[in-house]
Nanobody
Framework: QVQLVESGGGLVQPGGSLRLSCAASGSGFSIIRMGWYRQAPGKQRELVAV???????NYADSVKGRFTISRDNAKNTVYLQMNSLKPEDTAVYYC??????????????WGQGTQVTVSS
């Protein structure tokens, strides 16, 4: 089993910045991919950014150039630096981790979600 603990959400004015963190803990797993998704009221959950174990990244078009995803493999932690925030970035942000528990047993885990509100 893998536990995910998220932090860093909050209220910020348009143009401001926030940094989200998500730490994975547990035993008997190796991380394949880490990332962030978000869900705004009345909308489907959507990919924000993901980073593979090798460091390759993928971003939603709406956040390219403003958000940066990174990871600390030693700490099993993924970060999302969000700059130039816009009101349309307001959503609950969910950490997502795909792990291999061995013998090809791959599982998908979600964090509890952290609220990001961009408003003046």
């Amino acid at each position: 089993q893998v536990q995910l603990v998220e932090s860093g959400g909050g209220l910020v004015q348009p143009g401001g910045s926030l940094r989200l963190s998500c730490a994975a803990s547990g035993s008997g797993f190796s991380i394949i991919r880490m990332g962030w998704y978000r869900q705004a009221p009345g909308k489907q959950r959507e990919l924000v950014a993901v980073i593979s174990s090798g460091g390759s990244t993928n971003y939603a078009d709406s956040v390219k150039g403003r958000f940066t995803i990174s990871r600390d493999n030693a700490k099993n932690t993924v970060y999302l630096q969000m700059n130039s925030l816009k009101p349309e970035d307001t959503a609950v942000y969910y950490c997502n981790v795909i792990v291999d528990h061995g013998s090809g047993h791959v599982r998908n885990y979600w964090g509890q979600g952290t609220q990001v509100t961009v408003s003046s």
